[in-house]
């Protein structure tokens, strides 16, 4: 069955970084676009990014580009998460997530909660 | 980037009741578009795709309509595990954006 576990959330100060893990199985990892999405305490879903299958596309939300870069090591079946230049209102829970027909998302992680604080 | 709004942004009903929500796009976004169950403390879980198809496994009583604009997401015979937010997405282009969620308390 399809898995997706994140890892790496925690506390982290001001212009802080972090890097996020999202490990992949039950599928080929290879094959399938992945996508990050948050939500912060209280609020509703937000997009953060997406990288296409093979690592050669890459999008990402306004709010984090030039801060955020995802990346995927197919031969490790993990998505990454790198955040830097953490801001207050990156405080979120991060969700990592499986492309479904190219556009949706079908399995979700348990999502890793991210604090920004000083 | 396209807005999505969502209404209403709350609403009540009993078992057995039929429930719709709304969703608008600010542009036309053909059939592009999700909804999403977030049931308390949990991730989201994918319901409609492409407007109107059925994920696998979603009951029947959940169904999608709308194309362009507007859309709009109906629950007949509410049950009580139907307790949730609900999110719709447009997968028209990037950024991907999601309305801002509607709760579906029960009576």
């Known amino acids: 069955q399809v898995q997706l576990v994140e890892s790496g959330g925690g506390v982290v100060q001001p212009g802080g970084s972090l890097r996020l893990s999202c490990a992949a199985s039950?599928?080929?990892?290879?094959?399938?676009?992945m996508h990050w999405v948050r939500q912060a305490p209280g609020k509703g879903l937000e997009w953060v990014a997406f990288?296409?299958?093979?690592?050669?596309?890459?999008y990402y939300a306004d709010s984090v580009k030039g801060r955020f870069t995802i990346s995927k090591d197919n031969s490790k079946n993990t998505l990454y998460l790198q955040m830097s230049s953490l801001r207050a209102e990156d405080t979120a829970v991060y969700y990592c997530?499986?492309?479904?027909?190219?556009?949706?998302?079908?399995?979700w992680g348990q999502g890793t909660l991210v604090t920004v604080s000083s | 980037d396209i807005q999505m709004t969502q209404s209403p942004s709350s609403v009540s009903a009993s078992v057995g009741d039929r429930v719709t929500i709304t969703c608008r796009a600010s542009?036309?976004?053909?059939?592009?578009l999700a909804w999403y169950q977030q049931k308390p403390g949990k991730a989201p879980k994918l319901l409609i795709y492409?407007?109107?198809s059925l994920h696998s496994g979603v009951p029947s009583r959940f169904s999608g309509s709308g194309s362009g604009t507007d859309f709009t997401l109906t629950i007949s015979n509410l049950r009580p595990e139907d307790l949730a937010t609900y999110y719709c997405?447009?997968?028209?282009?990037?950024?991907?954006?999601f309305g801002q969620g509607t709760k579906v308390e029960i009576k």
């Open positions: 990288i296409r299958y093979d690592g050669t596309n890459k």
């Open positions: 039950g599928f080929t990892f290879s094959s399938y676009g």
């Open positions: 492409g407007a109107s």
């Open positions: 997530a499986k492309e479904f027909s190219s556009d949706y998302y079908d399995y």
């Open positions: 997405q447009q997968a028209n282009s990037f950024p991907r954006t």
């Open positions: 542009q036309g976004i053909s059939s592009w």
